[in-house]
């Protein structure tokens, strides 16, 4: 079974330039997470999608937005880039079942470099 | 607002010794999921033990357990038998049952096995 893929593995832009950034849930997961992980900072959580919904948005500004698809992928767009959106953005997926524990499965993540 | 804390940034475990990660987390809620995650330098993350805040038996994964104290808020991950394999930052995580999934993640440990 493929696990959560992301692409690209790293992307460097320039301030102000806009980045996308790609995820393809494993097979069967309709719920979609952004995380970034960036230096001194740890894990936050960005957004969170369902069945095509956006669910849940941590505290970023709204030049951080995404999509989910019919397929289940997802992107993730930063616009207006600043050097500080410089981290390792990680997707995750999982079943979203009500309550049930249903674990958040990461990919490897996406290196966005700012210069 | 939950938060989640490791109080160990680093920790350094003989080869087949035995080792233990803290972690603590502040919540009002009565029904969550704790987690650990272990990031290798791969940078993927994977889920290595998670426990229900409503059983009170201990989960136990192989070499990997967890000491969970719900009255304490504390949730600590004991690794036996440490192989050169577990080598990687450490996440505890916290996630409510219901409203909204995300993982709420600590400033993780970095775990080193001496030879």
């Known amino acids: 079974e493929a696990g959560v893929t992301q692409s690209p593995t790293h992307l460097i832009k320039t301030r102000g330039q806009q980045a996308t950034l790609r995820c393809s849930p494993i097979s069967g997961h309709t719920s979609v997470y952004w995380y970034q992980q960036a230096l001194g900072l740890g894990l936050q959580f960005l957004l969170w999608y369902d069945e095509g919904e956006e669910r849940n948005r941590g505290n970023f500004p709204p030049r951080f937005s995404g999509r989910q698809f019919p397929n289940y992928s997802s992107e993730l767009n930063v616009n207006a880039l600043e050097l500080e959106d410089s981290a390792l953005y990680l997707c995750?997926?999982?079943?979203?079942?009500?309550?049930?524990?249903?674990?958040?499965?990461f990919g490897d993540g996406t290196r966005l470099s700012i210069l | 607002a939950q938060t989640v804390t490791q109080s160990q940034p680093e920790m350094s475990v003989q080869e087949a010794e035995t080792v233990t990660l803290s972690c603590t987390y502040d919540?009002?809620?009565?029904?969550?999921?704790l987690f650990w995650y272990k990031q290798p330098p791969s940078r993927q993350m994977i889920l290595v033990i998670r426990?229900?805040?409503?059983?009170?038996q201990n989960a136990t994964e192989n070499r990997f357990s967890v000491n969970f104290q719900k009255a304490a808020k504390s949730f600590s991950l004991k690794i036996s038998d440490s192989q050169l394999g577990d080598a990687a930052m450490y996440f505890c995580?916290?996630?409510?049952?219901?409203?909204?999934?995300?993982?709420?993640f600590g400033q993780g440990t970095r775990l080193t096995i001496n030879p």
């Open positions: 995580a916290y996630r409510l049952i219901q409203g909204a999934q995300k993982l709420v």
């Open positions: 919540t009002s809620e009565s029904d969550y999921y």
């Open positions: 995750a997926s999982s079943f979203y079942i009500g309550d049930l524990n249903q674990p958040q499965h």
């Open positions: 426990q229900e805040a409503y059983k009170q």
